[in-house]
């Protein structure tokens, strides 16, 4: 009898080794069936803390980090309606709200720390501003996509594309504290693609810290890349999609089915430069990102969510913070997330975000930018209004392409 109880467990104990042995692999299974891992960010929903003076921030176009991982920020003043700016009102209608200054410096915890901005002397200030990024050295870069000679509310981006002599024509180089510093083109002076000196409607901006040259996407008016000298402006080269001279022909409205376009569309909206010298642009209503050597060689092309239509899907990339900077982020404010792409590969691994107005999710995500501790911070346009903070929480396996609102995780119960 002992030795049948004996013999007895022993056979429920091996199932049950058995069982829990198999509940390991299943595990292992999807784990490995979900391919890769991606980096996993959670929603910072305290980020960034209420202004002061009871300024509001409108269209916010542009975020930068600095090297003290400081966020910088610029937004439009002339996109708020009539009712955000009650207090500006004579006499004032009530005791809120304001205008805040069109440039923003938050430390990570989020307190305001600087801002400035706006019309001065020796340089022209851009109709609608767009776009920042603070260089190596410390220095402040601004574009502009605006038509006209003073801000206006528009519905859209495209908008401001359309008639009108186009003012923003430039670029401005700022200290940390607001001194104008050199102007680079001059407003209403563009000349189109291939005109050396002037810009027209530049969306973004980066310095490459090896060379000491300035990247345009250059833009709203025109369709190239174009790189000066960042101490002197002056002009070093400048090319179009796939390397091609560019060429300003008007384009037929985009068509997922047609082959892909051999120019750039407007806006050419975002540029990012690697370590390893590969540079990213964003031809953002063609829905693809380009790849090129710094001498404007193309590399390889990746469309993201192609059949977008209206304002286009590759609003704006970062690059991931590891040592390979593995990763790229693209911001896409037509689908409302961030999609996480394999640098190598530029395979998307997965997206989050959601469209909404409760932290994590996005109206309009119009740029993106990273820290030195891999957290990714973002800026909303039209009527978006805001920044976030998303934190970076390691690598976990893709389970899930679409992980949709990224909300904090309660402590366990």
């Not at 056979?11 to 890769?36: D, H, K, M, P």
Request: overall charge positive.
């Amino acid at each position: 009898m002992k030795r049948k109880y004996y013999g007895g467990a022993a056979f429920v104990a091996l199932i049950g080794a058995l069982g829990a042995g198999s509940v390991v692999l299943q595990r292992r299974a999807i784990v490995e069936a979900a391919g890769v891992q991606a980096p996993r960010f959670e929603v910072d929903p305290m980020w960034p803390k209420p202004l002061p003076n009871h300024w509001v921030i409108g269209a916010t176009i542009g975020v930068a980090v600095d090297s003290s991982d400081h966020i910088w920020i610029i937004h439009r003043e002339g996109s708020l309606e009539a009712k955000e700016k009650y207090a500006t009102w004579s006499p004032p209608a009530s005791g809120c709200c304001a205008p805040a200054p069109p440039i923003l410096e938050f430390n990570e915890a989020g307190d305001l720390i600087g801002h400035w901005g706006g019309p001065g002397q020796g340089y022209d200030w851009p109709a609608s501003n767009h776009g920042i990024d603070v260089d190596f050295k410390g220095n402040v870069w601004i574009g502009g996509n605006g038509r006209g000679q003073q801000p206006a509310a528009l519905p859209t981006d495209e908008s401001r594309m359309g008639g009108g002599p186009v003012h923003d024509s430039m670029v401005l180089k700022f200290t940390q504290s607001g001194k104008f510093l050199m102007q680079i083109g001059k407003p209403n002076k563009g000349k189109g693609s291939n005109d050396p000196e002037n810009l027209k409607l530049p969306a973004k901006t980066l310095v490459d810290p090896k060379t000491n040259e300035l990247y345009v996407a250059d833009g709203y008016g025109n369709r190239r890349v174009i790189v000066f000298d960042a101490d002197t402006g002056k002009y070093k080269r400048h090319w179009g999609a796939y390397g091609h001279k560019p060429d300003d022909t008007q384009l037929p409205p985009y068509n997922p089915k047609d082959p892909p376009s051999q120019q750039f569309r407007t806006p050419v909206h975002g540029v990012i430069l690697a370590n390893d010298g590969m540079l990213y642009v964003c031809d953002r209503t063609n829905d693809r990102i380009q790849a090129f050597k710094t001498d404007g060689t193309f590399v390889k092309e990746m469309f993201i969510e192609k059949n977008t239509l209206g304002d286009g899907s590759a609003f704006d990339i970062a690059l991931s913070k590891d040592k390979g900077q593995k990763y790229l982020y693209v911001a896409d404010g037509s689908n409302m997330k961030v999609h996480v792409l394999l640098r190598d590969t530029l395979e998307i691994l997965t997206t989050f975000g959601d469209g909404g107005r409760q932290p994590g999710q996005f109206y309009a995500v119009h740029s993106i930018a990273t820290d030195s501790k891999g957290n990714i911070f973002t800026t909303e346009t039209y009527r978006g209004q805001r920044a976030q903070k998303f934190l970076y929480k390691g690598l976990a396996p893709v389970v899930k392409k679409d992980q949709g609102t990224v909300w904090p995780k309660g402590p366990k119960s």
